[in-house]
Each structure stands twice: as structure tokens, then as C-alpha cells.
Nanobody, 122 residues
Framework: QVQLVESGGGLVQVGGSLRLSCVASGNMFSNYVMGWFRQAPGLEREFVASISKIGGTSYVVGPVRDRFTISRDNAKSTLYLQMDSLKPEDTAVYYC???????????????WGQGTQVTVSS
């Protein structure tokens, strides 16, 4: 089973960009569908994006589809989330997660990182 560590969060102004990274330990990274979720204060954790095991297929939810890009580098066991044109409503803790099956439900994901805070200031 992999272990996941996110990085790349921080404080950014409206319209700015951040790239989140999620490094997986072990050598089983390519066996997992990977996803990004986020949780804002007082709200439930929500699905943001997912990518297939070899990266050939990806999905990003509608509200951020034109601003966020998910990618992975299996040689580096790393998952990415490029976030552009950030808005205050993107403020949340962002989590990466690994799933044997994939999907948009958090219940489908077996391994989670600790999260990285993204704060977008206006």
C-alpha cells in the first residue's frame, strides 16, 4: 500500500496559480487511480479530479474544469494538480487519494494524504 504526501499549497492572490504535488512512497503508484479532493471549512470533502492508472484518462469537475489540470508522472510516483486563475472559493485543504477502482466518491479511495492548505486572498 502506498503512502501519500502532498505539497505545494500556500497563500496566493486571486487570479494566481499553484501546482500541488503528491508523492507516493513504494513502487505501486501505477496500480492506482489517483484523485484530488478538497474540503473547505464547514463543508464536506468534495471531489475535484481523477486520473487513470497510466494517465490516459482524466476527469475534472465542471466548476473548475477550465482552470484546473490533473496529471501524473509514474516514473516519479507523483501526482499533480495545476490550478490557475484561482478564486477565493478555491480556498480549502486539498487531499490526494489513491483508489484501486477510481470514481468521484471518497468512499472509493483507500489511501489518503495529510492534505495541503490552499488559501486564495482577495
Amino acid at each position: 500500500q502506498v503512502q501519500l504526501v502532498e505539497s505545494g499549497g500556500g497563500l496566493v492572490q486571486v487570479g494566481g496559480s499553484l501546482r500541488l504535488s503528491c508523492v507516493a512512497s513504494g513502487n505501486m503508484f501505477s496500480n492506482y487511480v489517483m484523485g484530488w479532493f478538497r474540503q473547505a471549512p464547514g463543508l464536506e470533502r468534495e471531489f475535484v479530479a481523477s486520473i487513470s492508472k497510466i494517465g490516459g484518462t482524466s476527469y475534472v469537475v465542471g466548476p473548475v474544469r477550465d482552470r484546473f489540470t490533473i496529471s501524473r508522472d509514474n516514473a516519479k510516483s507523483t501526482l499533480y494538480l495545476q490550478m490557475d486563475s484561482l478564486k477565493p472559493e478555491d480556498t480549502a485543504v486539498y487531499y490526494c487519494a489513491a483508489s484501486a477502482r477510481g470514481g468521484s466518491s471518497s468512499r472509493e479511495y483507500d489511501v489518503w494524504g495529510q492534505g495541503t492548505q490552499v488559501t486564495v486572498s482577495s
